[in-house]
């Protein structure tokens, strides 16, 4: 049982390119969430999921897009990537069953810097 | 607004030196509190979920509590493992993220160094 998964761990990228932050979890968690840390920060949340074909903004969705057209994978976009973009990605995920307990579970980040 | 407040940012204790960290809170209805540890370079660990005030909950050398604005993490006889970054957040009532745990909002973190 891997948990959930991202890909790549660490990436640099150049103002104005894209890229695409891969998460999938292997645990059948109907939710599924990206957030941003910055440092001296709280976690930031990008975007949400609550089932395949269904997302939705968070906090910070700007420059950003995200899909969800399997329960297992939880892709986010960077288009246009910008120095403000700068940051640390985790991708977690929750099942319904644990109610307001409030656990997620986390990838292990990928650490992006955009120059 | 909602918002959480962790204190101190960062508190170095020497192994077996037991302390506290605070996370204060102002939400709109809670409907829970959590705690979360952080190691570097990783992602978030749950540790406790903390529902109502006058409840506490324990693990090994931590032990959580909650009051109606505050909660407390309790680090009794620290070990050097127990160093990483703990994370508190709240979730409100009053926000509905299609029944997930999307309004969860995060404090910044106490940063505890343990020294042997």
């Known amino acids: 049982n891997a948990g959930v998964t991202q890909t790549p761990k660490f990436r640099i990228l150049k103002i104005g390119q894209s890229m695409t932050l891969q998460c999938t979890q292997d645990m059948n968690h109907n939710y599924m969430y990206w957030y941003r840390q910055d440092p001296g920060m709280g976690l930031k949340l990008i975007y949400y999921s609550v089932g395949a074909g269904i997302t939705d903004k968070g906090e910070v969705p700007n420059g950003y897009n995200v899909s969800r057209s399997t329960t297992e994978d939880f892709p986010l976009r960077l288009e246009l990537a910008a120095p403000s973009q700068t940051s640390v990605y985790f991708c977690?995920?929750?099942?319904?069953?644990?109610?307001?307990?409030?656990?997620?579970?986390f990838g292990e980040g990928s650490r992006l810097t955009v120059l | 607004e909602d918002q959480v407040t962790q204190s101190p940012e960062a508190l170095r204790l020497q192994e077996g030196e037991s302390s506290s960290l605070n996370c204060s809170y102002t939400v709109s209805g809670l409907r829970g509190l959590f705690w979360y540890r952080q190691d570097p370079g990783k992602g978030p660990e749950f540790l406790f979920t903390?529902?109502?005030a006058g409840e506490e909950k324990e693990k090994e050398r931590l032990k959580a509590t909650l009051t109606k604005k505050e909660s407390f993490l309790h680090i009794t006889a620290p070990k050097p493992e127990d160093s990483a970054t703990y994370l508190c957040?709240?979730?409100?009532?009053?926000?509905?993220?299609?029944?997930?745990?999307?309004?969860?909002?995060f404090g910044k973190g106490t940063k505890l160094s343990v020294k042997p």
């Open positions: 903390l529902y109502s």
């Open positions: 977690a995920s929750s099942w319904p069953g644990t109610g307001g307990t409030g656990e997620l579970f």
């Open positions: 957040a709240v979730q409100a009532r009053s926000k509905n993220y299609g029944g997930s745990q999307g309004n969860l909002i």
